[in-house]
């Protein structure tokens, strides 16, 4: 059925274990987990097409492209060349390795596979339906056509977003570090090295970095840094990026525009309560450094299927207190501290003298950390 809305009406109130709030890949994922224990999982998003708004580049790092079964068609080439520039554009230091270090996914693709990998494990999935308020044990939401309805669920997911309604309601935190992104998408001319062009400018990207990632088949080029920063709009920003982007080959008509909030304050301390919990970029599981949020999205919706798990099996919604992340957090402690000092390079000037130390051996050394990493999200040891 792909990413399509489930046919037939909705009664205007239903009983379901778990609303999961957000048709995301995370929200998605932790649906088809759960669903696949024999719990009752609906999932409700206010977009009848999910293939559209995209709000993420799509890179997969190679520790996902290990751990999880993503569909083969919907990836890109493999790319292993990491190549950062200072705002001069002169002497970039190249990184090569000799892994396949990441995969650009087919988004709108994706998500359609994720969604029949929920459907079939006996999920609903809702599309075209709004999500408008919990209290009492009941969501409140609204069809495309404006006919309200009422979902009674045991527990409430947030896989809506940045700016999570969800956690709102719950209680719970909310993101308060953002970053805003821009990003067009074009057809590749194709080339001979795939690579993943960085571009660290204070003004084109205030407080974090621009990129071009050719993988030969399709071409990103975008934009992120604080919104308050940019002081004509961040699609001002991106078309300046795009006069003097390294690794841009002559540009046609673009495919995509995608575009949206990123935080990076870390997860977030409180993501759950006794009434449900947070997943995805709502719980603030996207890398404080490097902005990457796939890979966090996927491993802390399989933390969250096995919580909710225990609480519907054993009727104890305290188990939802093993969804901790304030014991999480203390793994980004150093992250955020190069996160916050990125944010202090306001001038070029300054960001040439800083990324002088990316041509020493240890800079070289540290980059090579950071991309090729083979850490990934932080969750518990198994008990």
């Not at 492209?65 to 990491?82: N, S, T």
């Not at 996914?105 to 408008?132: K, Q």
């Not at 840094?225 to 002559?250: E, K």
């Not at 919990?277 to 709502?282: E, R």
Request: proline share 7%.
């Amino acid at each position: 059925m792909g990413a399509g809305r489930d046919a037939g009406a909705v009664s205007a109130a239903w009983d379901t274990d778990v609303l999961v709030v957000g048709a995301g890949l995370a929200g998605l994922h932790v649906a088809a987990l759960l669903a696949g224990r024999g719990h009752a999982v609906s999932v409700v998003d206010k977009r009848t097409d999910l293939g559209r708004a995209v709000r993420t580049t799509g890179i997969f790092v190679r520790r996902t492209l290990d751990d999880f079964a993503l569909p083969e068609d919907r990836l890109g080439p493999p790319i292993r060349r990491v190549a950062l520039y200072p705002p001069s554009l002169r002497r970039p230091v190249v990184l090569d390795s000799d892994r396949d270090e990441f995969r650009v996914g087919d988004m709108p693709g994706l998500y359609a596979a994720f969604t029949d990998r929920a459907r079939e494990a006996g999920a609903r999935v809702l599309l075209g339906t709004r999500y408008a308020g919990y209290a009492d044990g009941a969501a409140q939401l609204v069809g495309s056509d404006g006919a309200p309805s009422v979902a009674h669920a045991r527990f409430v997911v947030g896989a809506d977003g940045a700016r999570s309604r969800v956690a709102r309601d719950l209680h719970l935190d909310r993101n308060e570090r953002l970053l805003v992104g821009a990003e067009e998408v074009f057809a590749s001319a194709g080339t001979e090295v795939p690579a993943f062009h960085c571009v660290l400018h204070p003004r084109l990207a205030p407080g974090y970095l621009g990129w071009v990632v050719d993988d030969g088949e399709h071409v990103h080029l975008g934009t992120a840094g604080y919104g308050s920063r940019y002081p004509d709009g961040v699609w001002r920003a991106m078309r300046d990026l795009a006069a003097v982007a390294p690794g841009l080959p002559s540009r046609p008509d673009a495919v995509e525009r995608r575009g949206g909030p990123i935080p990076v304050g870390g997860l977030l301390r409180r993501i759950s309560s006794p009434r449900g919990l947070l997943v995805g970029d709502a719980a603030g599981a996207v890398s404080p450094l490097t902005a990457g949020g796939l890979d966090p999205c996927l491993r802390l919706s399989e933390h969250a299927a096995d919580a909710l798990d225990d609480a519907l099996t054993s009727g104890d919604a305290g188990a939802l207190r093993s969804y901790d992340g304030a014991a999480l957090r203390r793994r980004f402690r150093g992250r955020v501290a190069m996160r916050r000092a990125m944010g202090l390079v306001r001038s070029p000037g300054a960001m040439e003298a800083t990324f002088a130390a990316l041509r020493t051996p240890p800079g070289q050394r540290a980059a090579r950390s950071i991309f090729f990493a083979d850490r990934s999200f932080p969750l518990p040891a198994p008990v």
